[in-house]
């Protein structure tokens, strides 16, 4: 595309401006965006869109692509969680978001699928502040607070960045002056990938009831297996925790980002039995616990809620 091109079609399609950038390291970063249009109402743990042109430049070392000339015309979009930073100068923040939005975002460097190599977060990743993009207006989502009640446990548990929409339910929690315990697990590789911990950390000093848990697999210092949220719910880690044992009769589990720690079951059409996948995901463990999960097919929802970022 000609420079005239490029230029009228962000002019056409960009929305919404970046206004602050935070990056933990290169490839993770805390993105503010203030749209141009209201932001309609919405519930925390709900996801709206971003997008970028495919004549927009992509971030270096990431799989190259091969585009078309058609291809490069058009706009790549991709769903995003909306986070929440929950403090402000040490205290609980006021509003929920109403003039910009949060996300929490990692760099993809290389598709799952070699033929598909990754479109949006190459190029997210080039964006500075004051740049423009598109941003979906329509927020929507099921993985929401709906069904709790104030006397109920609350448990989130993330792999990466699936720990965006359980910051902005955080935030739910806490300004509505939930008191029953919260517990909050994020799964990444390294500490440095723990992108809102010092916010959790002074959470922890400010609200008993809430606890953070950050598990490191790739860290040096840890022993050669590594340890997973699996793991801290088989080892009844997580139980303890909770004073001892988990209470499915009151206690809702929030689970978002990699499907493998999720494990969706799926019904086998010639037995109509449910299989869950291998290796053994969480949902897998906490219905064998007495937990049971939302089935969106049937319409039922249990107290297992789920996110699947792929
Ligand atoms: C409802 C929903 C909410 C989402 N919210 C977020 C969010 O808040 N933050 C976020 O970073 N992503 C989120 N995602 C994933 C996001 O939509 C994109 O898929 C991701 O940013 C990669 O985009 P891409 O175009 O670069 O690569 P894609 O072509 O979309 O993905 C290529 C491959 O990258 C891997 N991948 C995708 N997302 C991630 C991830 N988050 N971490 C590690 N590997 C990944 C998968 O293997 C996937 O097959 C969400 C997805 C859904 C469905």
Same mark, same amino acid.
């Given at each position: 595309?000609?420079?005239?091109?490029?230029?009228?079609?962000?002019?056409?399609?960009?929305?919404?401006?970046?206004?602050?950038?935070?990056?933990?390291?290169?490839?993770?970063?805390?993105?503010?965006?203030?749209?141009?249009?209201?932001? @309609?109402?919405?519930?925390?743990?709900?996801?709206?869109?971003?997008?970028?042109?495919?004549?927009?430049?992509?971030?270096?070392?990431?799989?190259?692509?091969?585009?078309?000339?058609?291809?490069?015309?058009?706009?790549?979009?991709?769903?995003?969680?909306?986070?929440?930073?929950?403090?402000? /100068?040490?205290?609980?923040?006021?509003?929920?978001?109403?003039?910009?939005?949060?996300?929490?975002?990692?760099?993809?460097?290389?598709?799952?699928?070699?033929?598909?190599?990754?479109?949006?977060?190459?190029?997210?990743?080039?964006?500075?502040?004051?740049?423009?993009?598109?941003?979906?207006?329509?927020?929507?989502?099921?993985?929401?607070?709906?069904?709790?009640?104030?006397?109920?446990?609350?448990?989130?548990?993330?792999?990466?960045?699936?720990?965006?929409?359980? /910051?902005? @339910?955080?935030?739910?929690?806490?300004?509505?002056?939930?008191?029953?315990?919260?517990?909050?697990?994020?799964?990444?590789?390294?500490?440095?990938?723990?992108?809102?911990?010092?916010?959790?950390?002074?959470?922890?000093?400010?609200?008993?009831?809430?606890?953070?848990?950050?598990?490191?697999?790739?860290?040096?210092?840890?022993?050669?297996?590594?340890?997973?949220?699996?793991?801290?719910?088989?080892?009844?880690?997580?139980?303890?925790?909770?004073?001892?044992?988990?209470?499915?009769?009151?206690?809702?589990?929030?689970?978002?980002?990699?499907?493998?720690?999720?494990?969706?079951?799926?019904?086998?059409?010639?037995?109509?039995?449910?299989?869950?996948?291998?290796?053994?995901?969480?949902?897998?463990?906490?219905?064998?616990?007495?937990?049971?999960?939302?089935?969106?097919?049937?319409? /039922?929802?249990?107290?297992?809620?789920?996110?699947?970022?792929?």
């Amino acid at each position: 595309m000609s420079p005239e091109e490029v230029t009228e079609a962000r002019a056409r399609r960009y929305n919404g401006t970046v206004i602050s950038i935070r990056k933990p390291h290169p490839e993770l970063m805390i993105l503010r965006v203030q749209p141009d249009f209201s932001i @309609m109402p919405h519930r925390a743990g709900q996801y709206c869109t971003l997008g970028l042109g495919n004549w927009e430049p992509r971030f270096p070392g990431c799989q190259e692509e091969n585009l078309s000339e058609s291809d490069e015309a058009k706009l790549v979009r991709r769903a995003y969680s909306l986070s929440h930073s929950i403090l402000e /100068n040490g205290e609980l923040i006021k509003e929920p978001h109403t003039k910009s939005l949060e996300f929490y975002i990692t760099l993809v460097r290389e598709g799952s699928n070699p033929q598909k190599p990754p479109a949006l977060t190459p190029r997210l990743f080039m964006l500075r502040e004051g740049e423009r993009l598109n941003v979906g207006e329509r927020i929507t989502g099921h993985y929401t607070l709906e069904f709790t009640k104030p006397e109920d446990t609350i448990i989130f548990l993330g792999t990466g960045t699936g720990e965006a929409p359980h /910051n902005y @339910m955080i935030w739910e929690l806490l300004h509505k002056g939930h008191s029953a315990p919260i517990v909050h697990v994020n799964c990444v590789r390294y500490k440095k990938d723990l992108g809102y911990l010092d916010i959790h950390n002074e959470l922890m000093k400010k609200f008993r009831n809430y606890t953070y848990v950050p598990l490191t697999t790739r860290e040096n210092s840890q022993s050669s297996k590594k340890f997973y949220i699996q793991d801290l719910i088989r080892t009844g880690q997580l139980a303890e925790l909770l004073g001892g044992k988990l209470e499915p009769e009151r206690t809702h589990v929030y689970l978002c980002g990699n499907p493998s720690m999720i494990g969706v079951p799926i019904k086998n059409p010639q037995t109509n039995q449910k299989e869950y996948p291998k290796p053994q995901g969480v949902i897998e463990i906490l219905e064998g616990l007495g937990f049971q999960s939302d089935n969106s097919a049937a319409k /039922n929802r249990g107290n297992i809620h789920f996110e699947e970022y792929w």
